[in-house]
């Protein structure tokens, strides 16, 4: 019921696919990102720790400082484009880089854009939808996101194992298509608010 019930519905329809390509692209950049640095620079788990901890300190910043005034002054669907750009740069650039100082900057991008996008994402999944539907629309979300992280990291892995930085452009390319999804949200999202 609640599947029919996004397909019917094109805002929020747009919006579970960003948040699943989205977070498919995000789940297998970590999960390759200690593959990719042991073969670059020779990191261990030492230097990987390190740098999720600067990722983590990242992803705590924007969501305790920034969401709430960017939100404020431009809206959820225009910051998710914002995002989603971060991720782009983010992505794209560590393999054309390969430094390993810019590895962990870009890592901590990473989590900027990515943490400006997916909670917004799911803002406006809960609140577009209906009262009537949140808990089993919210239920298909989180279920549709999960499901993301369980497939994606296996495929991007095994072309981590045919060209090492296939799985930075292939992310890029990915999120590169849901960029135009996007700015359908931020259009049927201010035809929404006009009503």
């Known amino acids: ?33 200690g593959l990719w640095t042991a073969s670059n620079f020779h990191w261990s788990a030492h230097e990987v720790g390190m740098t999720f901890l600067a990722v983590g300190g990242a992803g705590l910043l ?10 404020a002054s431009f809206g959820e669907a225009r910051v998710i484009v914002g995002g989603l750009v971060i991720l782009v740069f983010a992505i794209l650039l560590q393999p054309l880089l390969r430094l390993p100082v810019a590895s962990v ?34 239920g ?32 890029t390319l990915l999120i590169l298509a849901m960029l135009p999804v996007a700015w359908q949200v931020v259009r049927l999202r201010d035809e929404e608010l006009r009503k």
């Not at 900057?105 to 400006?116: K, R």
């Not at 609140?127 to 808990?135: E, H, S, V």
């Not at 999960?146 to 292939?170: K, T």
């Open 1 to 33: 019921e609640a599947l029919q019930f996004v397909r019917a519905q094109p805002l929020l329809l747009r919006l579970f696919v960003i948040a699943f390509c989205g977070i498919a692209a995000f789940a297998s950049m970590e999960a390759v990102f």
């Open 62 to 71: 924007v969501q305790a400082l920034c969401i709430g005034p960017l939100v």
């Open 105 to 138: 900057i870009l890592m901590s991008a990473l989590m900027v854009g990515h943490s400006l996008a997916f909670p917004n994402a799911g803002a406006l999944v809960s609140r577009t939808t209906p009262r009537d539907r949140q808990g089993s629309v919210m």
């Open 140 to 171: 298909l979300n989180m279920a549709s996101n999960a499901i993301s992280r369980i497939v994606a990291p296996p495929a991007f892995g095994w072309l981590f194992s045919v060209n090492q930085d296939a799985p930075y452009f292939a992310c």
